[in-house]
C-alpha cells in the first residue's frame, strides 16, 4: 500500500516540480494516504501469507473429507454384513 502511494507521490512530484505547487503535493500525498486508508488494504505479503493458511486448509478439509467417506463406507458395510 505505501509502496503505490509512494510510487504516485514520485510521478505526481516529477510533474509539479518545476512549478509552485508544493502545497498540492502535500494536499495530494494526504489525501491518497487517507483514501488508500479507508479502503482497508493488506500488503501483499499479507495476502500470501492469508493465502498459505487457506491452501493449508483445504488441504486438511480435503483430507477429513476422505477419511469421513472412509469411516461412512466403513459403517455401511459392517451394517450389511
Known amino acids: 500500500m ?3 502511494v509512494k510510487e504516485i507521490s514520485s510521478r505526481f512530484s ?3 516540480a ?4 508544493k502545497d498540492v503535493e502535500k494536499n495530494a500525498r494526504a ?3 487517507s483514501g488508500f486508508a479507508k479502503l482497508d488494504l493488506v500488503t ?3 495476502f500470501d501469507v492469508q493465502t498459505a493458511l487457506l491452501n493449508r486448509a483445504r488441504e486438511k478439509l480435503a ?3 476422505a477419511r469421513v467417506a472412509a469411516l ?3 459403517a455401511d458395510e459392517r451394517r450389511k454384513s
Open 2 to 4: 505505501n509502496k503505490i
Open 14 to 16: 516529477e510533474l509539479i
Open 18 to 21: 518545476a512549478s509552485p505547487a
Open 31 to 33: 489525501l491518497l494516504s
Open 44 to 46: 501483499r505479503e499479507e
Open 63 to 65: 483430507a477429513l473429507e
Open 72 to 74: 461412512e463406507a466403513e
